[in-house]
């Protein structure tokens, strides 16, 4: 049987670079010929496509076997010739195991024919309803809610017309999920199955470099479809260089720290089993700390920060931080044993909070609080940062984005300067925190724009770092978190951002005047296309940078919750 008959085949040639110092090579160089992906497994009636790549250490024609009539073509040493694309008519490949057989061979080249092989694992597919899921390289696996598909082994299964199923792809260590391909219902992983089959092929592609890897699987303690009560995510390094992660979850606290063999609940009960919104974790040098807040029954909220101590939580104080039973605490942000939060007094007033625990008692670090603007004033999100140089604090305020600092022993709250931004539209975002090269450091951005802006503060004024991030054709940029990147350098970033059905985490850290990528796009979990869909990330910078992603969604007609960790290697 030709081969021709069978594959859908790209050439891709190219060749090495010689050092020119080292003159040309004399005749009798080395050529060698790889295909890509060595085994893929796909369903019957769906082609294969064998990408087939020939190297050389000098120019030279070699010609290549394995596509019916012979191809010569021309190698070039120096790789400056374009890729020779040949496309052949594909054909449906019978049930089973194929090898297809590729080689080269060159009179003006020393060596002996060499050759390379593909292996095409085809197996049966169903007419009714479902879907069938092929593998393009042998990298990964993917898998199905519901049930029914775990491939390679089981690569199809059918379920019932008009049903959504999520297909969930996992790469090994050797190997990135660079997308889906197939069906326009494979787009996100998220299909829904109509009258027809849904045909969805998983791509994973050889690493080249860092790139980011799950550290280990889902964090969290629930099972899916049964979390009630979601809070967002925190995280941290502390000084041993494990990674810290928080999060509420059925109103319990939950701390983890990343270890050897996974990750590891800190403290035999957890700090709170009645916690409301979103956590904050943080390191003062000898243990972990994570504030929250609960609900006292009355309509009010309170702060709480507890301290891991001989292995169980401790609460700081006793009780909770803010002692003023008349207000509203929210929004809690900790660096190391400093807390900030919102507090509203119910009558429109509101003010940011800064307390700092001395060893024995909460204080406050300054004479005054640092922002109290008077009643129908909104203020948000206080982010609070500490260095060996100070304290700082940045805060929402109507459309813009304010900060200040406490230096010293000073115990006056100094602004930081004009707003660090202004005309910010929609429900806009921003993180602050402190870098060892950088100094205080801000980013916020506007969902109006699609993109956000880094400022870092020197000399005075507010400096906008490189150009505008984001993606301003995006239909939406948001989650944007900013690296607390004490003491390990440069400012990092990750933002989550959405054209269409594609979603992608990207992560940028800005180093010699400019942003560069770290690590390759990052697919995440498959939810943005079930009602109630939200997500969070955060990103912390330590031996392994690590980020931390926490995505909701309705499964049928109830909540799901996934925490999941990747790490840069």
Partial sequence: MRVSSLLSLLWVLSGCHCDPEEGREPPGGQYDISVSPETQTITAGASATVTVKVTCSQSAQVTVFGAGEPVPVMCQADGSHAPLPVTLTPAQLPVGTQTFKFSAASAALRGDTVTATATVIVVAASNNPGIDVTLMGTGGTVTSAPGGISCPGTCSSDYPAHS????????DETHRFSGWQGDAACATGSVYVEMARVRCTAVFVPRTGADWLAAGGPLNVSAANEVADIGGTSLVFGPSGKAIAAWVENRTVRVFERTATGWLALGGAPPSTSASGAPAVS???????VAWTEDDGMGLRDVFVARLENGAWVRLGGGPVDLDPAQLASDPSLSLANVAWVETDGMGGSRIVVRRWSGTAWVNPAG?????PGP????KQPRVARTTQGLAVAWGQ?????????MGTSTSWLPMGPDAFTGLQGNFTFDFGASYSEGWVLVATSQASGTFQVKRWRDGLWETLGSPRGNASAMFTTDVALSHAIPWGDPTLVWSSRSGSTEQLLVERFSGGSWARLGAALVPTNRQNTPGFSREVQIAEGPTPTLLEVSTGLVGSTNDFTVRAWELR
């Fill in 164 to 171: 959504s199923v999520v297909l969930t792809a996992a790469a």
């Fill in 368 to 372: 005054a609080e640092v922002a109290q």
């Fill in 283 to 289: 390191h003062d040098g000898t243990s972990p700390l």
């Fill in 398 to 406: 109507g459309s813009a984005v304010k900060a200040a600092e406490l």
């Fill in 376 to 379: 129908g004033v909104a203020l």
